[in-house]
């Protein structure tokens, strides 16, 4: 896989909603946006704020002997550390409803702010402070404030866990019913989608209409998917496209959906599995390796790069209307006859949903399919 700066960390999200859910008890997520996000993306973001130039020196707490000054040392406060973690196990405990252990690791003092780094669901994430903690970067973020808002939130979530659940939203049903699937073509927990929905879409491909859709942000979203990251593309009206893991998931998005409109549903379901197995799983370059998946199942390859070249941007813009007509920014998210799914990404569960959304179940319906599940059911957003 070409790495494009550090992938932003998925979200553990079983309702796959993570940016701007709906709902009553969930509304007070709207208010942490801003944070949320900006931390998630803190790693294309921090190139720009601070260049690579800057001399990153590893510190030890200040000493009698080497005494710290607040104007030119970072200086590690323990008790601020200690404020900071649980800002972030709150942030990640609204966001995804679990209580996932974030760790201090070690500090480093860089120019005029310090990074402290935090160990969350296996890796290392950096969270940039003010000399005197009181501002959390890549935006200017009061940390009294934000400490207060994410208190206020959490009593409201955690009261919301009492009341009573709502109506459930039941799927409309119709003689073909409409499934897409919203995804990133390298979101992990989007992979493990399609590998589940694969089986589902060969069964039955003849009687649903069933998309892939490629979710698309831009600068809306975030700063971050700007056209000046060098991670999106841009068409000839200033529009901008951007993927959350950098462009080569975005072309990578492309190619999948030329792949869908030219052999249909079930050469894509073989293709992204293709893809997600040889070339993602095993770390490979996905500017070679989208092509050796090709090559094996038989694609013409030249006719997939010349309708790239021609319909780019069409698919971009029918992506992007989707994606955002929908609010369907997290990776993955099934949406069966417009009401969104929400129960577990088995391919058993993924074809009860879909057959419960025909007027009549035809025949393949009583076809068993897997009922495991591959990882956590978690999201990208």
Not at 12 to 36: E, H, M, Q, T
Request: glycine letters at 6%; one cysteine or more; proline letters at 5%.
């Amino acid at each position: 896989m070409t790495k494009k700066d550090e992938p932003k960390e998925a979200q553990k999200d079983d309702s796959s909603c993570p940016v701007g859910c709906s709902g009553d008890n969930k509304v007070w997520l709207v208010a942490l946006l801003g944070f949320l996000v900006g931390l998630l993306v803190m790693y294309l973001a921090m190139p720009a704020l601070f260049p690579p130039e800057v001399t990153v020196v590893e510190v030890s707490p200040p000493t009698e002997e080497t005494p710290a000054t607040a104007e030119t040392t970072f200086k590690l406060n323990e008790a601020k550390v200690a404020e900071i973690t649980t800002v972030l196990q709150d942030t990640y405990l609204l966001n995804t409803g679990e209580d996932i252990p974030v760790t201090y690791v070690r500090y480093e003092a860089q120019g005029t702010h310090g990074v402290l780094y935090y160990e969350v669901m296996g890796q290392e994430m950096p969270v940039y402070v003010s000399m005197d903690y009181q501002y959390l970067y890549p935006s200017a973020i009061d940390l009294d404030q934000m400490k207060s808002e994410i208190a206020a939130a959490k009593e409201a979530y955690l009261a919301s866990l009492s009341e009573e659940p709502a109506e459930p939203v039941v799927t409309p049903t119709s003689a073909e019913p409409e499934v897409q699937l919203f995804v990133m073509s390298n979101c992990p927990y989007g992979n493990q989608a399609e590998n589940g929905i694969v089986s589902v879409v060969s069964l039955l491909e003849d009687e649903v209409a069933f998309e892939p859709v490629y979710i698309i942000y831009d600068e809306s979203i975030h700063p971050a998917y700007s056209a000046e990251s060098g991670e999106c593309l841009v068409d000839e009206n200033n529009v901008t496209y951007c993927s959350m893991h950098g462009l080569y998931e975005l072309e990578q998005g492309v190619r999948e959906k030329v792949i869908f409109n030219i052999y249909g549903e079930a050469v894509w379901a073989e293709y992204v599995t293709g893809i997600n197995n040889d070339c993602y799983a095993l770390d490979q370059d996905i500017e070679t390796c989208w092509k050796d998946v090709a090559y094996e199942m038989g694609l013409d390859t030249t006719l997939i790069e010349e309708t790239y070249a021609t319909d780019l941007y069409t698919i971009l813009a029918r992506e992007k209307q989707l994606t955002f007509a929908t609010e369907n920014f997290g990776s993955p998210a099934l949406v069966i006859n417009g009401v969104k799914y929400s129960g577990s990404r088995t391919a058993e569960n993924y074809k009860t949903a879909i057959c419960e959304a025909f007027d009549t179940e035809p025949e393949d319906c009583v076809v068993e399919l897997s009922s495991t599940q591959e990882a956590s059911a978690g999201s990208c957003g």
